[in-house]
């Protein structure tokens, strides 16, 4: 005995997919996507955008949009030692610039965080899902590692093997090498 499917409503309508945006309104459209040809581009342009936002939204945020851009930690640099003949406010004036430089030095490791959050709301289910299946991301993310996140993310953006099967990757790549051309009227860097 077949069971009957249920019917559905008269009025309903199917939904297409949502297309996903990211988390965050701000960066709504940049997002880390692994299932368009076009996802290098991607990778640069919703990096480039997460850096402004971060520059801009988190206090000292300046800081992390340097590390951002190198994918290492900028170090703070320590004033030079006083001389032993330092006088009373010049002591004075030292350690507060000491001070001051830890607590950079700490919101900067909050900030670094911060970011590891801002970036995992702009990666698509299936991008996460390859990224969650890393050997390193329980130690990523236990420690909040932004950087080590942007590199496997940069990773996978940029390996064409994952993209596609390796053969026809390779027969495309040898393609547009043989269709590259220079028109009359353009330039050698076009």
Partial sequence: MAVKPERLPYNYRARPHAKFEGRIESLKGYIYDCT????????????????GYVATALR???????AIETLTIPKMKLPSDLPANASAA???????????????EL???????TLFSIIWGQVSDTLKHRIQALNDFKRMNSEGDSLALLAALRDQAFNFQSQKD???????????FYLISQGKMESCQA
């Fill in 90 to 104: 010049q002591k004075r004036h030292w350690e507060k610039r000491i001070d001051e430089i830890s607590k950079k």
């Fill in 36 to 51: 368009d040809s076009r996802q290098t581009d991607q990778y640069v342009k919703t990096t480039r955008e997460i850096a």
């Fill in 60 to 66: 000292n945020g300046n800081d992390v949009k340097t």
């Fill in 107 to 113: 919101i900067l490791e909050e900030n670094m965080k």
């Fill in 166 to 176: 390796q053969a026809q990757a390779l027969h495309e790549a040898v393609r547009r």
